[in-house]
C-alpha cells in the first residue's frame, strides 16, 4: 500500500473542499485588508479559537457572495459614522441611504450567522 506523503495529503484535503471554492472566489472581491479586519473584529466578539476564526471567515465569504465590496464599504462608513457625535452624525443614521445601506448590510450578517453560528 502507498501512503501519501504531506504534500498529498494536503492537496486531498485541498480537492475534498472545492464545491466550497464557489464561496470564497466571492471574497476575494473584497480587499485583504477588508477580511482580516472583519475576522478580527469577529474574533474579538465571539472569542479568540481556532472554531471562532473557521465561523468568522465562513462570515465574511456569505456576506461576500451576498452583497458587491462597494455596497459593504458603503453600508461600513454609514454604520461607522453614524456612531460619531454631534449634530452632523444624524445624517448618517437618520437618512433613506444610510438606512438602506445598513438594511443591507444587516440581512447579509444575519444570513452569513444562520449558515455560520
Not at 464561496?23 to 472583519?38: F, G, I, K, L, S
Not at 478580527?40 to 462570515?59: F, I, K, W, Y
Not at 459614522?81 to 444610510?98: C, D, I, N, V, Y
Amino acid at each position: 500500500m502507498i501512503r501519501p506523503t504531506g504534500f498529498a495529503k494536503l492537496a486531498l484535503c485541498i480537492a475534498a473542499f472545492m464545491p466550497l471554492a464557489g464561496q470564497a472566489t466571492a471574497a476575494q472581491d473584497y480587499p485583504t485588508e477588508t477580511v482580516a479586519d472583519y475576522v478580527l473584529g469577529c474574533m474579538r466578539s465571539n472569542g479568540q479559537t481556532r472554531e471562532v476564526l473557521e465561523r468568522c471567515s465562513c462570515s465574511i465569504d456569505v456576506i461576500a457572495s451576498l452583497i458587491p465590496y462597494e455596497q459593504y464599504e458603503r453600508s461600513e462608513t454609514f454604520r461607522r459614522m453614524a456612531l460619531t457625535t454631534g449634530e452632523a452624525s444624524s445624517l448618517f443614521r437618520e437618512t433613506a441611504p444610510a438606512r438602506a445601506a445598513g438594511s443591507a448590510l444587516r440581512r447579509a450578517q444575519a444570513e452569513a450567522d444562520i449558515r455560520c453560528f
